[in-house]
């Protein structure tokens, strides 16, 4: 079994989770300016991705970006990784392929301390990523308990690429926002810059 096989009620029955729906998976997160570089790349990219309409060019052309941009914001203290192998406990099933993880280190060779995990929704439906992404928020948990690192909380989201679902792990209990967002660079691609920063401030 790997992550993108686990449907919701799976991950949660074999895990022994439970799920708690919530307004915000962060509280207080502000608005951050976006930079020139941002703009111009989600301006070109997102119609490119949604002309194209598979993962790979949403998470190129979209998803990529941003993650480019928290990077700058945070000074090159965080780095991330797309389509790594990200193999924890192959019993459980926590092993696979992730579209995105992002670490609390810099170190942009191996993983250290990831921290989010971003799933690329498949076929525009979020929900529908929702026990991939548990998996791997779990798997993400572990991972840094195993090395001494015991994080406040994983966040996770799945997205189109426009339509963002977030989500919280801490210990056992997997918060899921009710309601999904829609993020574009002409209206509130601040909020999203905002709202992923807040979710780098988890601590051990």
């Not at 924890?88 to 696979?96: A, H, I, W």
């Not at 991972?143 to 799945?158: H, W």
Request: net charge negative; aromatic share 8%; with cysteine.
């Amino acid at each position: 079994m790997a992550y993108n096989k686990f449907s919701l009620m799976e991950v949660v029955e074999k895990f022994g989770l439970e799920i708690v729906d919530c307004q915000s998976v962060v509280e207080e997160s502000k608005p951050y300016p976006s930079s020139d570089f941002l703009r111009t790349a989600l301006k070109k990219g997102t119609p490119r991705a949604l002309k194209i309409d598979t993962e790979k060019a949403r998470s190129e052309f979209i998803v990529a970006p941003i993650l480019l941009e928290l990077q700058e914001i945070r000074k090159d203290e965080i780095s991330f990784f797309s389509g790594i192998d990200f193999t924890v406990d192959r019993q459980q099933g926590l092993s696979g392929r992730c579209d995105f993880i992002i670490s609390l280190d810099n170190e942009d060779r191996f993983l250290t301390a990831p921290v989010i995990t971003i799933v690329e929704a498949k076929n525009d439906n979020v929900n529908s990523g929702l026990g991939q992404c548990i998996a791997e928020m779990l798997a993400a948990q572990i991972f840094n308990q195993k090395r001494g690192r015991n994080l406040e909380a994983i966040y996770g989201t799945v997205t189109t690429g426009t339509v963002w679902k977030f989500l919280k792990l801490q210990n056992k209990t997997v918060f899921v926002e009710e309601l999904e967002r829609a993020f574009s660079v002409e209206k509130n691609v601040d909020e999203l810059l905002g709202i992923l920063l807040k979710m780098l401030e988890s601590k051990d």
